[in-house]
């Protein structure tokens, strides 16, 4: 497939693919293989469908003032990336797999995650269990404690952030993000439960003072 202007894909009006049927009633499969073949207008209507959903993953991730830009990155490198694209895994997963390195390459590049924890030594790797297994999300009944969840989940180590956004606030399974992400379930499990365990280690002390 010869080279296509990743803005014009970004902006490209949804009209009429050489599919007869409407670009709106196709399978994200089909888009892609579409837009592989130099269609345009299928790649934005693939970029239409799936973009509030990567910008909320963004604004969970990283806040929403960063989530636009980096909304731009993950569709971008899709876009580069469609010849990569083998369809081993659903479309959104794939998407799901190019969020989390670019939030991971984000705070690597910027050195972000030493500044976030400098003098937070407190917060180990995997805190011990905790007789509440709820996960943190499920204690944030009021907007305030949400803005702390989502506060919280912007201090998770990178590797942990994706896989506790998916689980415990996009509701994927267990297998879903293992194949998005490329990592057995087992690695999945652990990842999520060390993210959840500093959670805890951050919100804890803050909703039983609410409590209060």
């Known amino acids: 497939m010869g080279p296509i202007p990743v803005e014009d894909a970004l902006r490209a009006p949804l009209e ?3 599919d007869p049927r409407s670009l709106a009633t196709l399978p994200d499969e089909e ?3 579409l837009a592989r073949s130099g269609e345009q207008a299928a790649f934005g209507e693939f970029v239409e469908r799936h973009s509030r959903t990567v910008y909320r993953w963004m604004a ?3 806040g929403e003032q960063e989530a636009e830009d980096l909304t731009q990155e993950v569709f971008l490198k899709a876009f580069r990336g469609l010849d990569r694209f083998r369809g081993e895994a659903p479309p959104r997963a794939w998407l799901a797999s190019i969020a989390d390195n670019s939030v ?3 705070y690597r590049a910027r050195g972000r995650f030493r500044r976030i924890f400098a003098g937070s030594a407190d917060v180990p790797d995997c805190p011990d269990a905790v007789a ?5 999300e ?3 009944g009021s907007g305030e404690a949400r803005a702390l969840v989502t506060d919280a989940l912007r201090k998770l180590c990178p590797e942990y952030r994706m896989p506790v956004v998916l689980r415990d606030l996009e509701d994927w399974s ?3 993000i293992a194949a998005s992400l490329a990592i057995p379930v087992g690695t999945v499990k652990s990842r999520i439960a060390r993210g959840r365990g500093q959670l805890r280690t ?10 209060r």
């Open 202 to 211: 951050i919100l804890l002390p803050i909703l039983r003072g609410q409590e």
């Open 104 to 106: 991971k390459n984000r």
């Open 174 to 176: 267990y297998e879903e």
């Open 132 to 136: 509440d297994e709820r996960s943190p």
């Open 138 to 140: 499920e204690h944030a």
């Open 60 to 62: 969970r991730s990283v």
């Open 31 to 33: 888009l892609i293989a």
């Open 16 to 18: 009429a693919a050489s």
